[in-house]
């Protein structure tokens, strides 16, 4: 009795299934739901079987039932029938399906933090191109033909006269060939240097470069301004510092280093027990520089700036691996 009521859902289920129109599971309704029908049979049969198997064949014959009905609405359901539409009312209460949102990628959006800074201090984005010359790269912002970085191990040799911008201070120099001063310019972009890729080197990064030309400046602004964008990033309570340093294209030049945002300057692992980390390289613009865009060194003054965005990046979302910006695994890009 058990085998037949099992092969008799085996049927049924399968019959259901193969059902294309409502009228076909009507018929198998009636086939096996019926007063005549194939359920209605075995329950009649079980008079025939001994007293102690009766209750557990009717209980099972009649779950079969239930089950049978069920899966007659099911399929007439996703057959569109009326009835099924009928069973199956749309709730206009819950809330809807939404397509997936993008993103930005993290580092998209530290640049445009950044940029979002300077632009309320008055500094407008501008952008330079990735393929650059020697002239843009190197002489015009006073690196000397000796210097190291125009080596081939620091930069990337396109041909004799191209190569892929190590830096973009190049910018500097293609805007205040076609402006005039007074100049206040932020400039995002990408920048390229052999080194070998590890956890905090890539051959390719990003950097924002920032450049003030006034009559009045001063190197007062420069702290004034840089204090002012770490504490706006970084948050309030972020303290600044000028270290002397040297760079070819600015006169006096400094490192600039804010309070460790993990230990607030007391020192920690983050830090490596200095209290200080360096962000960025910054210096009042060189004469030299202003000469070879023809801006007069004895009336304009201005002071540069120039971070990396990784390293920003990095500090601000503790991201250990600078890697992992360009992997593309969306595990770690939906993190932002
Ligand atoms: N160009 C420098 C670098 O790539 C960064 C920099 C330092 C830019 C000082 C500046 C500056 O404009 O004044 O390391």
């Known amino acids: ?97 939404c397509g997936a949102t993008g993103r930005l990628h993290p580092l998209t959006q530290v640049i445009q933090e950044v940029c979002d ?25 006073n690196i000397p033909k000796s210097h190291p970085s125009r080596d081939t191990f620091d930069t990337f040799y396109l041909d004799t006269t191209h190569l892929l911008r190590s ?3 190049t910018v500097q120099i293609r805007v205040m060939e076609k402006e005039k001063p007074p100049l206040r310019i932020v400039a995002p972009g990408r920048v390229f240097r052999p080194d070998a890729v590890d956890a905090s080197h890539s051959f390719m990064f990003h950097q924002v470069e920032g450049l003030c030309v006034d009559c009045d400046v001063r190197f007062s602004d420069l702290k004034g301004t840089l204090s ?47 209290g200080w ?20 060194p004895s009336r304009y003054r201005g002071f540069a700036f120039g971070m990396g965005v990784e390293r920003l990046a990095m500090l601000k979302y503790g991201v250990d691996d600078i890697r992992l910006f360009f992997e593309n695994d969306l595990r770690f890009l939906r993190q932002f």
């Open 1 to 97: 009795m058990k085998e037949s009521l099992e092969a008799l859902e085996r049927s049924a289920f399968s019959a259901i299934e193969e059902a294309t129109t409502p009228k076909d599971l009507e018929g198998l309704r009636i086939k096996f739901l019926g007063r005549q029908g194939t359920i209605a049979s075995i329950l009649k049969e079980i008079a025939t079987l001994p007293p102690e198997e009766r209750p557990l064949v009717g209980q099972k014959a009649n779950i079969l039932k239930e089950r049978i009905k069920s899966q007659i609405d099911e399929r007439l359901k996703s057959l569109g029938s009326p009835l099924g539409a009928k069973a199956h009312r749309e709730d206009t209460t819950l809330p809807g399906t």
């Open 117 to 141: 800074v300077f632009l309320s201090l008055g500094f407008r984005v501008v952008e330079g191109p990735e393929i650059e010359t020697e002239y843009y790269n190197f002489d015009a912002l």
């Open 167 to 169: 830096q973009t201070s």
């Open 228 to 274: 002012l964008f770490s504490k706006q990033f970084f948050g309030p309570k972020t303290r600044t510092r000028f270290r002397p340093h040297f760079f070819p294209f600015t006169e006096p030049s400094a490192e600039v280093d804010i309070s460790c945002i993990l230990c607030d300057g007391k020192g920690c692992r983050l830090c490596k027990q200095k």
């Open 277 to 296: 980390i360096e962000v960025l390289g910054a210096g009042m613009v060189h004469p030299n520089v202003f000469r070879a865009v023809k801006v007069d």
